[in-house]
């Protein structure tokens, strides 16, 4: 901060003051009217900053008394003679205003009072204790010199301090965010009185909760290397959950967005539950738009099944297309999560006839596979399939011939139908 000590307008000030007689004969007077000046001062910084009226918290104006008059008794140390003594206080004014997120802007322009409310006063006392020759305009305009000084080393040494604060805070915020977030979704001992201790004080232990596990990424997974990128996406599921009756805890782990989202199951044992949570985040999270891809697990009971949600969102957000964005993982077929889950462990011991197969699929631009899909689809219905897939039903027909060359698999039968759909889909990359 400005050290007033050293300042020049200081100086100057004061020795005019001394030579005037103001220096040290003000501070009797000073004295006498310290306490009604202060309670001048709180009425005019609490009507002039809404800030004081809007807040709740009920420790705001006592601690604005009290700091206040703390500045009223530095200011009569200076006139006195006896110099600026410390100023911890105004260090430590701005680290409970960071704390309490007390606006900075406010906090400011209740300095901005303090000059104007405290001038009248120390003016009026300087000039009744000058000397008869001092020169009057001399005089005020020292008092005024000395005081805007003195504001505007205050203002400046408490805005510092309330940034750095509110940094220190944010950064520790943060850290502990990031340990719960790790907590949850690695999963704990019950047995770890810390953790269970960090839970219960974060309110994660509480009765009659609901959890649920949302992961997201853009469709281009190599942009969640990109910090910027990654940042960018963590804001967007942010802001799209921000508006809704849940809490979230968010961050980035491998290259995903990962959420715990939490929310009253009931109010009470006599209370109907509510809605699945899963189920109340498909609307928010569709608005974040076609550039991110969507997992969310089923509700967890518990905490202790967090690490189990999130193994089922990053299932669902394996399976999430461009398309279907958002993936409930209560969304996903038994088929598709044998699929997904067994399709690297059978890589080596797919049907020797696959390979083929698969050749000639892809030589035909894929008409094998979405005729037996259709087939399927359609109930094993020749008819149907063929009016699905704008074709004659002898045409139908002839692929199935095709398919039963290639594959030795008779696709009209339902268990060859069945074991080339599900090595078809184990082969996709």
Not at 198 to 210: A, C, D, K, V
Request: hydrophobic fraction near 45%.
């Amino acid at each position: 901060m400005p050290d007033l000590a050293q300042s020049d307008r200081v100086r100057a000030s004061l020795d005019t003051l001394r030579r005037s007689g103001v220096v040290p004969g003000i501070a009797k007077p000073l004295t006498e009217g310290a306490e009604a000046a202060t309670r001048a001062l709180v009425d005019y910084a609490v009507q002039a900053t809404p800030a004081y009226t809007a807040s709740g918290n009920p420790d705001i104006l006592p601690e604005l008394r009290q700091h206040l008059g703390q500045h009223s008794d530095v200011l009569i140390s200076i006139l006195a003679g006896r110099g600026l003594g410390e100023l911890e206080f105004v260090r430590e004014n701005a680290r409970r205003r960071a704390e309490q997120k007390f606006p900075l802007d406010a906090l400011v322009h209740t300095y901005r009072c303090l000059h104007r409310s405290l001038l009248p006063w120390i003016r009026d006392a300087a000039i009744e204790a000058a000397n008869e020759d001092a020169h009057v305009r001399r005089v005020v305009a020292a008092i005024t010199d000395l005081l805007t000084e003195y504001v505007d080393a205050i203002g400046t040494l408490a805005i510092r301090e309330y940034v750095a604060h509110t940094r220190r805070f944010a950064e520790a915020e943060g850290d502990r965010r990031t340990e719960l977030l790790n907590m949850l979704l690695h999963g704990y001992d019950e047995s770890d009185s810390r953790a269970a201790e960090l839970l219960r004080r974060s309110g994660y232990l509480e009765q009659r909760q609901s959890f649920c596990v949302v992961v997201a990424r853009s469709v281009n997974p190599q942009e969640m290397q990109n910090a910027a990128r990654a940042q960018r996406m963590l804001d967007s599921v942010g802001v799209a959950l921000q508006d809704a009756p849940m809490r979230t805890l968010l961050g980035v782990r491998d290259n995903l967005v990962t959420a715990v989202v939490s929310a009253t199951r009931r109010q009470s044992g006599w209370t109907a539950p509510q809605n699945l949570l899963a189920d109340r985040l498909q609307k928010p999270l569709e608005k974040i738009g076609p550039a991110a891809l969507i997992g969310v697990s089923r509700d967890a009971p518990s905490t202790a099944h967090i690490p189990r949600a999130l193994k089922e969102a990053k299932l669902a957000l394996d399976l999430a297309t461009v398309r279907d964005r958002v993936m409930p993982y209560s969304r996903i077929s038994v088929r598709q999560l044998l699929v997904q889950v067994a399709a690297d462990q059978v890589q080596g011991t797919l049907p020797v006839w696959l390979e083929p197969f698969t050749a000639a699929d892809e030589k035909a631009k894929g008409i094998y596979v979405a005729t037996l899909r259709a087939y399927a689809d359609h109930d094993m219905n020749v008819l149907r399939t063929a009016e699905a897939l704008s074709i004659h039903p002898n045409t139908i027909y002839a692929r199935m011939q095709k398919i039963e060359g290639i594959t030795g698999q008779n696709p009209l039968k339902f268990n060859a139908l069945n074991e080339l759909l599900l090595a078809a889909e184990c082969a996709r990359p």
